[in-house]
């Protein structure tokens, strides 16, 4: 699982068949391909049922896609650190109410308390609120840590006890109103039309991805010539990093083919004093804020995860925590800076997920623990403890995110929306029992 | 070989208690240089246990551990290494989800100037130890789990001798390893022997220690039942001092 920089290319059997060697070049994780799979399976799905029944296949458009991917991001960054909680055996189910919490924490500070002392509009409010919003999760997630590591409490136990305290003090907290508008910069962070960066920036964007997957991949064979490891066959490498590029490429041409609605180009072209041209303006959003945090949060936790000791020591305490103690990591500590990271994440999704509704409710991110351990395990997040990934997770929680915008736009009602979710999760560890099974 | 000098581990009067058993009772216990000294006894003894406050995985409730001469305070295993102390475990205590290499670094990783793990710089040395250890080890990208009893045991070994250990605790390092790798092992030991580290081979094999070993120290119900050269007794002598907890008439020659 950690070895991802330096594994050894394993020499091609003559009696592999044309797809094995593929795998085998590439060093591609069987798992992630599995995903993607499943993925385009049901896209696919949702928008041929769309055509063949409903006579218009609404999933596989630019907007649909574009919806998806902000609707993923509050999740998707929560189910990062749920993944390292995970990894290191134990669960946190507070992870909703946290949300709620750190929400009208920062619903009340930019609404009724930081106006009157800094002025409504004062550039600093958001940066404020948003911070304190991520320190308020990340101070909860350090209690429930230190319950959980330094008395001893099962986090099972804890983070259940945290679900009902959390969201009770969101209700004491916001005294049950719903506290809106937020702070017009801050709203931006949840995405929407003026949320997302534009056709320019996201072609800088996805530049510099094409130009990350290129060091990345020429960086790897220097590392192993430098230690004499196995190089994987250039066409393999040219291949990885084409993909990546195409991927990028691919996603930039996606959110920039998805225009403002016609309102929002109006309201726009009378402010900036622009004339309306005749067949109207085409301004595309390109990547919304939100998606991209979620893509920073993804890169620098699979960073923390794979290239630190912080990281190196969570899959150890995973994978043994006697033995980790034994080698002189602190666990306990450990276990109170995972909690605390996920609390943060939780924070930091208190953010996104407030600004996309431009209000904080006691009731935000109810039911979010579910979504996010499912997403975590979806991607292959081993409950046993020891093994998971970052994209598996952030891949688990589109999965889930599109099942559920599927079902909403072919026209299921809500009950059986849940029994495929939950149907779906279920199906999933199993398939990933057999696949462990499989692999050993 | 005649110990004089000072040792290289001294613990003196070392006690430890769970819930009201003592498991260790004032047991008094040294290590010099170049010497093997075997720790014999049934299991619940009590030599894991008193093995233990050296190599920090336990705090003794009474008693002094001197390292050269010099009293020092073991309180995690963290402490112990900062002294060369290294432990192979009966469990080897590797975390079976990582590969040999981060097993080998676990605690104590490289780092490039960064500040991030620098695995290439870890496989190379482990590709390095393990070749002096176990030319046939090859499995350096999978986790420890796909090994076998004796390629983990080598991991854990590898771990223990990679940091330049002093002292080198072996907890029943031969326990769960077949005929070929237990050569392995007591070359091993000769070895580093004669490289001047200190070993405590803990076990309740008689033979291997009475191959092995310079002197015995035998416990029983957690009390030491006394120390002797390995040249000095027989089999039997020893064994009547695990099972029965009797000295040989003639020890104090």
Known sequence: MTDTSTPTATKPKASDGPFTRFLKATELDTRLIGMVGALALIWIGFHLYGALVNNFGAFLTPRNLWNLSVQTSSIGIMATGMVLVIITRHIDLSVGSVLGFCAVVMGMLQVYILPPLLGLGHPLIWIIAALAGMLTGAIVGAIQGSLIAYLKIPAFIVTLGGLLVWRGAAFLVARGETISPVDETFALLGGG????????????????????????????????????FALRPVWADTFLATLGCAVAIGAVLLVNAYPWPKGIVRQYTERQGIEMPEGGLFISHGFAIPVLILVAVGILMTILLNRTRFGRYVFAIGGNPEAAELAGINTRLMTVKIFSLMGFLAGLSAVVASARLNSATNALGTLDELYVIAAAVIGGTSLAGGVGTIYGAILGALVMQSLQTGMVLIGFDAAIQQIVVGSVLVLAVWLDILYRRKSK | MENTGTPLVEMRDISIAFGGIKAVDHVSVDLYPGEVVGLLGHNGAGKSTLIKCLSGAYQADAGEIHVNGQKVEINNPRDARSHNIETIYQTLALADNLDAASNLFLGRELVTPTGFLDDAQMEAETRKIMHRLNPNFQKFADPVSALSGGQRQSVAIARAVYFNAKILIMDEPTAALGPQETKMVSELVQELKRQGLGIFLISHDIHDVMELCDRVSVMKNGQLVGTEKVSDVTDDEILGMIILGKKPERSAA
Request: hydrophobic share 40%.
């Open chain 1, 193 to 228: 039309p003026y949320g997302a960066i534009g056709s320019t920036g996201s072609w800088i964007v996805g530049g510099l991805a094409c130009a990350a997957a290129i060091f990345l991949t020429l960086n790897g064979r220097r590392q192993r010539r430098k230690f004499k």
